[in-house]
């Protein structure tokens, strides 16, 4: 059964902290890797996704990478609005449509 | 543009009422699934649409759940003789392609059983 860990599951960071997100996952083969973000009372916000081993991807303040065990999510020089929890997900290659998620990390960025 | 809309946005039900729960993907996407989120997890998932096939219905907790989609758009997630492990956030997603890389999410429906 795919599983994802994600660490730590609460971050408090001051304006400008920059810090990074981990997410490790079992799946007998990766077909995707996935970050969403989650603001409170809303549905996920699809922010990226990785397909194989050393592959990045950036946007704005954010990067994401993936080794053949876990993903980062490192948050350069955050800013309030970066507040929000950050889940990341998996699927399994074999034509399945399943996407198993982690709990996820809720980001507190402090002004 | 429009985005993934849900309805009801809440839902208060009596523990064995039924109810349903309305999902409008985006216009043209072939993708649909359906998430439950309880309070401080990630979504979990339910099931899944190709147009109007559900291809996967194995995350569903129990026969109590049905959801179709009979003209390859709008979706239905009938929960019968709710009970209080019910109460959860339910998610609707969408993607344009075959493949789920990108999803679109709704704002959810939260469900309280009483």
């Known amino acids: 059964e795919d599983q994802v860990t994600q660490s730590p599951e609460a971050l408090r960071l001051q304006e400008g902290e920059s810090s990074s997100l981990n997410c490790s996952y079992t799946v007998s083969g990766l077909r995707g890797l996935f970050w969403y973000r989650q603001d409170p009372g809303k549905g996920p916000e699809f922010l990226f996704t990785?397909?194989?081993a050393g592959e990045e991807k950036e946007k704005e303040r954010l990067k994401a990478t993936l080794t053949k065990k876990e993903s980062f999510l490192h948050i350069t020089a955050p800013k309030p609005e970066d507040s929000a929890t950050y889940l990341c997900a998996v699927q399994e290659s074999g034509g399945y449509q399943k996407v198993t998620f982690g709990i996820g990390t809720k980001l507190q960025v402090i002004p | 543009g429009a985005g993934v809309s849900q309805s009801p946005r809440y839902k208060v039900a009596k523990r064995g009422q039924d109810v349903a729960l309305r999902c409008d993907p985006i216009s043209g996407h072939v993708s649909l699934f359906w998430y439950q989120q309880a309070l401080g997890q990630g979504p979990e998932f339910l099931t899944y649409?190709?147009?109007?096939?559900?291809?996967?219905k194995s995350g569903l907790p129990s026969d109590r759940f049905f959801a179709e989609r009979p003209e390859g758009s709008v979706s239905t997630l009938k929960i019968q003789r709710t009970q209080q492990e019910d109460s959860a956030v339910y998610l609707c997603a969408s993607s344009l392609e075959k493949a789920s890389y990108e999803q679109y999410f709704g704002p959810g429906t939260r469900l309280t059983v009483t």
């Open positions: 990785l397909y194989s």
């Open positions: 649409f190709q147009n109007e096939a559900q291809l996967d």
